[in-house]
């Protein structure tokens, strides 16, 4: 009997999905602590992929740019009291990672006087709009750089501040892109996620493209980040504040 129960163990573990060791080879990231788990379907917002029990959400593409420039945008997320509530300073260096069209790029450009903007993203169509824009209003503090789903691609120690806006959640690989993102940050730089408040179940916003607090804390913990606090002045969207030591 002990032999057909070895062959049969076997049989599971090549039938089972994807472990975390799969995924990391074929990334070259080191080991990490949690697997990501193939759910064998998606749901209609996801992309059948678990990560810490959450099922990573589609990515709204290119096509959708006219959708993250909607002129209702200001009122429905109060972009202005997000930009305050970072306390952006001339000088700092700054991240704006799955930056899409820029629609927060310029205006923190505009005042970081002495500073610059890192605008990432990892596909070409949005970074080629933002390059038109840049011509077209003279703004030269902002760098535009191509990520992959599993790297963005920046330098080490380079940020003070690190801003995801409705882009997390859409992640591929959301462990090997928040270890970038932290190796990218300074010693005490800030990691600052705004995300739909998954908490709110009467939010129009598709389920998957929501984080609650509780969540957003865990995954930030899993690459060693400190949750510093959350400004809860925007109308419908956390803003969470973590620490790189």
């Given at each position: 009997m002990g032999w057909i129960m070895m062959v049969m163990l076997s049989l599971l573990l090549w039938m089972a999905p994807p472990t975390w060791?799969?995924?990391?080879?074929?990334?070259?990231?080191?080991?990490?602590?949690?697997?990501?788990?193939?759910?064998?379907?998606?749901s209609d917002d996801g992309i059948g992929k678990r990560y810490l029990g959450r099922e990573i959400a589609n990515v709204i593409g290119h096509r959708g740019a006219y959708w993250l420039e909607r002129s209702s945008r200001a009122l429905e997320e109060r972009p202005d009291l997000l930009i305050k509530a970072l306390d952006l300073k001339p000088e700092m260096v700054v991240g704006d990672i799955g930056a899409?069209?820029?629609?927060f790029s310029a205006p923190?450009?505009?005042?970081?006087?002495?500073?610059?903007?890192?605008?990432?993203?990892?596909?070409?169509?949005?970074?080629?709009?933002?390059?038109r824009y840049k011509a077209e209003s003279g703004i030269e503090n902002v760098e535009l750089v191509l990520s992959t789903e599993s790297d963005p691609k920046l330098p080490e120690s380079v940020l003070d501040l690190a801003l995801m806006v409705d882009a997390y959640h859409e992640f591929e690989y959301p462990y090997e892109m928040m270890q970038g993102i932290v190796t990218a940050l300074k010693p005490g730089g800030l990691a600052v996620l705004a995300e739909y408040r998954g908490e709110d179940r009467l939010s129009t916003i598709k389920p998957h493209h929501k984080m609650s607090q509780r969540q957003a804390k865990k995954e930030m913990a899993a690459v060693g980040l400190d949750w510093v606090k959350t400004n809860e002045s925007l109308p419908e969207q956390h803003l969470m504040f973590f620490q790189k030591p």
């Open positions: 060791a799969d995924t990391v080879a074929s990334v070259g990231f080191e080991k990490a602590p949690i697997a990501y788990e193939s759910l064998g379907y998606a899409g069209t820029g629609y923190m450009a505009r005042r970081l006087d002495e500073g610059r903007v890192y605008a990432v993203d990892i596909q070409p169509e949005m970074l080629a709009l933002m390059e």
